[in-house]
């Protein structure tokens, strides 16, 4: 998980995956037109990646890193990370077996299965279909994908950083990046560094990183609220909890409201259709829970777009 | 209308005005992440410029190139063309009438009041609702913005070509957009002349160059379906006709379900939330309507997003 790692991994996107793995735009404004009291702007639009998330950049290059079984790949999540695995398994060719507990959706279990993949309904919580595709794991000896504690995971986020500076021609000042594993944030904190300020933005009903920070140490806490399906990690991954204590300069946590507020104003007045998660940034922004220097350019990324647009209106 | 009036109103834009005319995203992919036998598909992002479409430049470009009288400025309109004015009007803090037919939505008149038009419904359709604008504006001398057929209007738009070009490098192969009353393709036109490849896209339902250039002449036509919100003019306009007979290679008509499925589908694989109207570049290219030669870089003009985000579940 270093910068040449990363730079492998998108040399390989570009070369082999570029109809798979997109080049996300990168939207560059003055501050002001966002009501925002700083020289730039950046939204890094990544809701618009294949499978709606950042999330295939990590999971197609955890497959393409290891040999696939027969048996092919598997993965316990109902939400982004299953989705991304899916696609990244049907784009190779493999079998993907995806656990989800019974709350998940009709409507994200038939997204599973557009994509090819066997969808298998295990527990009444994500603990437990964890703990079946684990076991089923032991048993076909498929090719594990975790939603963001694998190094090749975090290394395929990474790219996203590398795109950032690549399409900026610089690095931001700072860059301000939601948090629910710490998958994305670590790969962005492997690519920029101490290079950029790395602002981590946590609902305050999904506060891992924030509590760990607090703690000394990574702990589970307690998930629910508006943004839970997307960063509702009971605890910050390992690799995400090194890479943040070296390179990450403030955790902030925000209130679901705001979240809501930031979310709407993205639909209204951008035409920007994202889900909860990818609108902490803004919410930071617009709240003034990060307050950037005048001079300063911001990069938000703006994660994912797997939202019912149902609820946008 | 040439070169250097886009040129001057696009500085203009970028000087002075770029907290509201945004340099919206130009996002350029292999033709193959759209399944496309084209080397580069270029999608302009227009959807997300101030006020949800295009027509923002050539209100805001129609306002500032005019003494604005007290009475403000004056519009008939119940979509874009009113949004976009009303959006012009208030960063330009001048008084701003919208007249619109009855058939206006509720939410649509409310979205006209936030942005702080007055609001004035008259008649049954909309060329009662005209009647009455052009009659109220005879009375109170406002500066009256049509919705296409006015050179500082399609000035406006021909920045979004020079922006593209800009954005892109270069002048692509060949440039996909929808017409309506065909401003958004006369400014097009009066920007890449004959450097690039114009097409000319329109609903089977609502086909006015079509139509003229059968005829030879601009005519009447029946409007209908589910584009008719934007594309809705029943005639070519008089600038447009010019500029598109010089400049203008094919047009082309589309079939509303394949419009459709063109606009669900950039939703559910692209996560681009737009409007019919924005959908037709797609289309275009996945009906083969229109093939594009292999080494070809086509761009697509996504010119809207003003679109009921609970009609793309």
Redo the contacts between chains.
Sequence with gaps: MNRTDIETAAVRFKERY???I?????????G??LGIGCREVWLK?E??QTS?SFKARGMLNRLLSNPIPSAGVIVASGGNAGIATAAAAKVLGVRCEVFVPSVCSEAKQERLQSLGADVVVEGAVYAEALQACLQRQQETGALLTHAYDQPEVVTGAGTLAREIEMQGGCVPDSVLVSVGGGGLIAGIAAWFGDRSRLVALEPEQAPTLHEARKQGAPVDVHVSGIAADALGAKRIGSLAWQLTQDHVRESLVLADPDIRDAQLWL?KQ?????EPAAALGLAALQTRAYTPWQGDSVCLVVCG?NV???T??
Excluded: S
């Design positions: 570029a109809y798979f997109r080049e996300t735009p990168l939207w560059k404004m003055p002001a037109a639009l809701h618009t709606g639909w951008m035409k920007l259709a994202v777009g019912d647009p149902a946008l209106g």
